[in-house]
């Protein structure tokens, strides 16, 4: 028995493509549409998969958007730490990795404002920020010392 062409292109992704792939369609519904037009039906209608893989991949809507919004904060995580090596003056650093984050929101405001403006993915990702701290605070002191 033949199969049909659309169905032998159909390729399988990998756990970690699949879930990047989800994550650009809600971004790209957030940027379009706004943060409240975001769910889990529009995600896997637009990414071309049932509803269920979505629900595999995050327990709910939520969990997505904060995903969403922690895959943005992490890029700018890992700018900054990127630009930030070999500086050894503490106002040089500010000034790297300020420019790094203003490069950024510049290029994914778009997508970073609607995220950051829900309390909810906020609060969240502040619990989650409070834990990495005092690395922060170790990597700033030593460099003033």
């Given amino acids: 028995m033949k199969q049909s062409p659309a169905r032998r292109a159909r390729k399988r992704l990998s ?3 699949r879930q990047t ?5 809600a971004a790209g519904i957030v940027v379009r549409d706004g943060l409240t037009a975001v769910s889990m039906q529009r995600v896997a ?7 269920g893989l979505v629900y595999n991949y ?19 995580h890992d700018k900054q730490v990127a630009a930030a ?11 790297v990795v300020t420019r790094v984050y203003l490069r950024h929101v510049a290029e994914h405001g778009h997508l970073l404002r609607p995220l950051m403006a829900e309390p909810s993915l906020m609060a969240e990702l502040e619990r989650e920020h409070r834990t990495a701290r005092p690395r922060a605070v170790r990597l700033f002191s030593r460099l003033m010392h």
């Fill in 45 to 51: 209608d637009e990414a071309g998969v049932s509803k």
């Fill in 21 to 25: 792939r989800l994550l650009q369609v």
């Fill in 58 to 76: 995050f327990p709910s809507c939520q969990a997505l958007l904060y995903q969403l919004l922690r895959s943005e904060t992490s890029a700018i």
């Fill in 15 to 17: 756990p970690e493509l």
């Fill in 85 to 95: 090596r070999g500086v050894t003056d503490f106002v040089e650093l500010l000034r």
